[in-house]
């Protein structure tokens, strides 16, 4: 099953977002670029809306790839209380150096990499990954309004991504651009998140506020998601639900558990993603 995120640009694009059904909500600037984010006062108060009603994320910018610059963002968007941190990885030499550079963040936040499928995405990194503690890692494109994901990349190497996420137990996103009838296809290939920005905005225009009717659209066409922390209620009575297999690596145990018990909310920026108490149980 695939849950859905909704990015917003603040509080009141969230409670649309929520309201929408929206299982996870991202928090991003989308008119300071494919990354762009959100002041951290405004990621905060975002949380304090959403006030545990779903799991966020924010992302920390389009970075060049310096290690400590990169490292200071991402340790900057953990104090803002949110559940994941989205981090760029551009390309550029230094960029293993800065995978490496997160690892002392994954103890005690859930660090999620963003590879851009118009940049050449090389999925060699995708063991470092896994080695340095990531919760997972999304495919989105980095050139907006230059086609979605699904020109940059055949169905079958997204397949082949989420397949090699799987395999080192990393989550596996995909974004960029993503249009309503995309939804039904890469349904099929059972990604852990489908990213939304563009297609829930007025007029199909990124930097547009979210419209409701388009968040429900988008809604409609993803079936509930039992981890989701809105699975039980109205919109999801009326959904066919089907049990959602988890790899045994913990990185996707654990989201899942967390996402099933609650307990991400509460120990997301104070414990290790590894030691959510549901996930002993669910082993």
């Known amino acids: 099953m695939t849950l859905f995120l909704a990015s917003v640009n603040g509080p009141q694009e969230a409670e649309v977002a929520l309201s929408g059904g929206a299982d996870i909500i991202d928090l991003k600037d989308a008119a300071q670029g494919a990354l762009g984010a959100a002041p951290a006062n ?33 340790a900057a968007m953990t104090t803002t209380g949110v559940d994941y941190v989205k981090v760029g990885i551009f390309p550029g030499p230094r960029r293993e150096d800065c995978v490496r ?11 999620v990499a963003v590879m851009f499928a118009d940049l050449d995405p090389d999925q060699t990194l995708l063991p470092l990954f896994a080695e340095c503690g990531f919760a997972g890692v999304m495919l989105d494109t980095a ?26 137990g990393l989550l596996a996103g995909l974004a960029g651009s993503l249009e309503v009838p995309d939804i039904p296809r890469l349904l099929l290939l059972g990604p852990d998140l489908l990213g939304f920005r563009t297609a829930l905005c007025a007029g199909q225009q990124r930097v547009a506020a979210i419209d409701p009717v388009a968040v429900r ?11 989701s ?13 089907r049990t959602s297999r988890a790899p045994s690596r913990t990185g996707y145990s654990c989201a899942i558990s967390c996402f099933r018990c609650g307990s991400a909310l509460t120990h997301a920026s104070g414990t290790s993603r590894n030691a ?5 149980r669910s082993r």
Do not use: N
């Open 101 to 111: 550079a997160l690892k002392p963040l994954t103890a005690t936040a859930k660090i």
């Open 217 to 227: 659209l988008v809604r409609d066409l993803i079936p509930v998601d039992p981890r």
């Open 42 to 74: 405004v990621v905060r108060a975002t949380v304090a809306q959403i006030s545990g009603r779903r799991p966020t994320s924010a992302v920390t910018g389009d970075l060049p790839m310096e290690p400590q610059i990169v490292a200071d963002a991402a």
């Open 276 to 280: 959510c108490a549901s996930m002993s």
């Open 143 to 168: 050139r907006k309004g230059s086609g979605g994901l699904m020109q940059c990349l055949e169905i079958t190497a997204l397949g082949e991504f989420i397949a090699a996420c799987r395999s080192h």
């Open 229 to 241: 922390a809105g699975y039980g209620q109205d919109h999801a009575a009326t959904r066919p639900i």
